[in-house]
């Protein structure tokens, strides 16, 4: 493809024009593997998008099937306008890296993401403009994580648009099976154990519980003692704020935490 995506190869992904890219994002250099490649999606990844999208397949479905595909990463010659996304219910605005012309969406709190595209065609509902460049799901993954982005969207211009969060582009990166940490209501023994070890020990805190979050992936639901003041109650949550973020099992495992006081006793 061409910089301006016109070229020769509009159907297909076999070929990378133009530059080579910088630092951790050489790692989405396509390779002679793709040479034949005609640029359509993978039908059984397409089927569990659309299973997703309905309700009937988990993301944890979606994520092993994606880190055994091919992705196409978009490269834009020139960011023609500034773009706002709305991805599962969130603003993302349109990013271009200066150096590499990768694109990249940044959220609402600030993290970045990679977008990836299961074909030329949803690429092109997206922008027209973008010249696919075809890598294995975890080595774009790699390549993110290189970069200090959080996230990888699927198909942000449809037909399913999916967030593949911050744990599992870490394990795929890792080549690991991806074990989410809440399914449904219930939160992932191993989570709960490690936001318990971290959370228990600080003083005043009774009792810790994890259900599903209203603005994160899970809430730590925190019971103290009777009688704290705010001072009081702003030390513990200093306390257990640090003592969370230092738990190796809550950073590779959990998207986001926020906290909730439960009644005291």
């Known amino acids: 493809m061409t910089e301006s995506a016109t070229g020769r190869e509009q159907t297909g992904v076999s070929e990378q024009g133009g530059r080579a890219l910088p630092g951790h994002l050489r790692g989405i250099q396509p390779t002679s593997q793709f040479a034949g490649d005609d640029g359509?999606?993978?039908?059984?990844?397409?089927a569990l998008l659309a299973g997703?999208?309905?309700?009937a397949v988990p993301l944890r479905d979606v994520v092993a099937r994606l880190a055994?595909?091919?992705v196409l990463v978009p490269v834009l010659a020139e960011l023609e306008v500034a773009e706002t996304l709305v991805v599962d219910g969130h603003e993302m605005h349109v990013d271009k890296e200066a150096s590499?012309?990768?694109v990249a969406l940044q959220a609402e709190d600030g993290r970045r993401a990679l977008p990836v595209f299961t074909s030329v065609a949803s690429m092109r509902r997206w922008r027209e403009s973008a010249r696919p460049v075809p890598v294995e799901a975890a080595r774009a993954a790699l390549s993110a994580v290189g970069e200090d982005w959080a996230l990888l969207v699927i198909d942000p211009g449809g037909p399913v648009t999916v967030t593949v969060p911050r744990p599992a582009v870490?394990?795929?990166?890792q080549g690991k099976p991806w074990s989410p940490a809440i399914d449904g209501t219930a939160v992932d023994a191993e989570v709960l154990a490690a936001l318990r070890?971290?959370?228990?020990p600080v003083q005043?805190?009774?009792s810790v519980g994890a259900e599903p979050g209203r603005r994160a992936e899970i809430a730590v639901v925190l019971t103290l003692d009777a009688g704290l003041d705010r001072a009081g109650l702003d030390g513990v949550l200093r306390q257990v704020n640090a003592r969370l973020g230092a738990s190796s099992v809550v950073a590779e495992r959990v998207d986001s935490l926020e906290m909730r006081i439960a009644a005291a006793r």
Request: proline share 4%; with cysteine; charged share 20%.
């Open 68 to 70: 055994e595909c091919r």
């Open 204 to 206: 005043h805190v009774v």
């Open 197 to 200: 070890l971290a959370a228990e």
């Open 100 to 102: 590499s012309g990768v």
């Open 170 to 173: 870490w394990a795929m990166a």
């Open 52 to 55: 997703h999208a309905a309700g």
């Open 40 to 46: 359509t999606a993978d039908p059984e990844l397409e």
